[in-house]
């Protein structure tokens, strides 16, 4: 999947896919929150609220236009 130019997933850009953020992971509300305000920024990402890591924005990645294949949180194109 590395370089690999594919179209993006068909689910808004707002929602990871299941694998990459589950629908029970203690902290999705507040992820999700931290992501959208990225994404309305334009930004290319932001801090992580648990871990403080910076995590990139879907966003950025689409802008990007390839998948890394290296499992980004956010990754617009996985769909699998």
């Keep these: ?10 689910r808004p850009l707002t ?7 589950p629908p029970e992971h203690p902290d999705r509300e507040r992820t999700l929150a931290a992501h959208a ?13 648990a871990s403080g890591l ?3 924005s879907a ?5 990007r236009g ?5 499992g980004c949180r956010h990754c617009p194109y996985v769909d699998d």
Excluded: I, K, N, Q
Aim: aromatic share 6%.
């Design 66 to 70: 390839t998948c890394c294949g290296r």
């Design 15 to 21: 929602e990871p896919h299941p694998s990459r953020l």
């Design 37 to 49: 305000a990225a994404l309305t920024a334009g930004e290319a990402g932001y801090l992580d609220p």
């Design 1 to 10: 999947m590395t370089g690999e130019r594919r179209p993006l997933a068909d």
């Design 54 to 56: 910076f995590v990139l």
């Design 59 to 63: 966003g950025f990645l689409a802008r």
